[in-house]
């Protein structure tokens, strides 16, 4: 059983930068992904990166602004986000696959952490 916790949520102005964090309870070698979702809406893919930190697939709607990297020491995984829009607006949720494969469904995924909240104002 793993735990994630995220951190690093807020408000931002349109056009802003965030770092979101999520540190595991120990250390894995799941492939890792981000999730959003606003409500009334499905949980929504956003990126994956394998154990050591590899990018593996990034949403279109955030290519070229959102990014992962992994801290192995630190059992954290952060999501980079850039010119953030008020669309990027959702709880934002990381999740562990114990597969090895790249993933999207949230389905698939194995552990979740709680979620941070992500406003982005225009």
């Known amino acids: 059983q793993v735990q994630l916790v995220e951190s690093g949520g807020g408000l931002v102005q349109s056009g802003g930068s965030l770092r979101l964090s999520c540190e595991a309870s120990?250390?894995?070698?799941?492939?890792m992904g981000w999730f959003r979702r606003v409500p009334g809406k499905e949980r929504e893919f956003v990126a994956s990166?394998?154990?050591?930190?590899?990018?593996?697939e990034t949403a279109d709607s955030v290519k070229g602004r959102f990014s992962m990297s992994r801290d192995h020491n630190k059992n954290t995984v952060y999501l980079q986000m850039n010119s953030l829009k008020p669309e990027d607006t959702a709880v934002y949720y990381c999740?562990?696959?114990?597969?090895?494969?790249?993933?999207?469904?949230?389905?698939?995924?194995?552990?979740w952490g709680q979620g941070t909240q992500v406003t982005v104002s225009s």
């Open positions: 999740a562990a696959d114990r597969a090895l494969l790249p993933r999207r469904a949230a389905s698939e995924y194995d552990y």
């Open positions: 120990s250390r894995t070698f799941y492939n």
């Open positions: 990166c394998t154990w050591n930190g590899d990018p593996l």
